[in-house]
T-cell receptor
Framework: NAGVTQTPKFQVLKTGQSMTLQCAQD?????MYWYRQDPGMGLRLIYY???????DKGEVPNGYNVSRLNKREFSLRLESAAPSQTSVYFC????????FGNGTRLTVT | TQLLEQSPQFLSIQEGENLTVYCNSS?????LQWYRQEPGEGPVLLVT?????EVKKLKRLTFQFGDARKDSSLHITAAQPGDTGLYLC??????????????FGQGTILTVHP
């Protein structure tokens, strides 16, 4: 039972490069979320998808886009990475409570 | 904007000691949750407290929700090295009840030395 799987685990980008963070869940959950975690700031919600076919902005959406590809997959795209986007990114899904993946550690130089 | 302030930010104690972590807000929350996170992993839910004044126990961990639903505490009795980790409190955004859209505290890093 894999739960929530995130790829890649680590990534280094140069300023201006783009990339997509992948997330897949095998728990048949309707809702999926992207959070970022920065030291001393807890986790902040970037985007979420309440159900397949819908996406909405969270607290810190600027610089990001998302795609809910199907019920299982929810990807996060950085079109032009900036050093301020250096962070650990967590995907989560829920039916009741949140289940988190193990994160993608992204460094933008 | 709702904020959750945790204290202390860092806690370093010896095995067998007791400790309390606090989570405070000026806003009322419909409920509060506590998560534990280990290095390289995502947060894992420990407990949800819903009713003002509620106390929940999970083995050596005791969670309390304030009467006014603006604060919560986590008390660990006889801490063990396995309790080491980052503890996060969280509550539904903007007075809502969704456990997906959460406001998180900044976390408390607990280190328990053998």
């Amino acid at each position: 039972n894999a739960g929530v799987t995130q790829t890649p685990k680590f990534q280094v980008l140069k300023t201006g490069q783009s990339m997509t963070l992948q997330c897949a869940q095998d728990m048949n959950h309707n809702s999926m979320y992207w959070y970022r975690q920065d030291p001393g700031m807890g986790l902040r919600l970037i985007y979420y998808s309440a159900s397949e076919g819908t996406t909405d902005k969270g607290e810190v959406p600027n610089g990001y886009n998302v795609s809910r590809l199907n019920k299982r997959e929810f990807s996060l795209r950085l079109e032009s990475a900036a050093p301020s986007q250096t962070s650990v990114y967590f995907c989560a899904s829920r039916l009741g409570d949140l289940h988190f993946g193990n994160g993608t550690r992204l460094t933008v130089t | 904007t709702q904020l959750l302030e945790q204290s202390p930010q860092f806690l370093s104690i010896q095995e067998g000691e007791n400790l309390t972590v606090y989570c405070n807000s000026s806003s009322v929350f419909s409920s509060l949750q506590w998560y534990r996170q280990e290095p390289g992993e995502g947060p894992v839910l420990l407990v949800t407290v819903v009713t003002g004044g509620e106390v929940k126990k999970l083995k050596r961990l005791t969670f309390q929700f304030g009467d006014a639903r603006k604060d919560s505490s986590l008390h660990i009795t006889a801490a063990q090295p396995g309790d080491t980790g980052l503890y996060l409190c969280a509550g539904p955004n903007a007075g809502g009840t969704s456990y997906g859209k959460l406001t998180f505290g900044q976390g408390t890093i607990l280190t328990v030395h053998p």
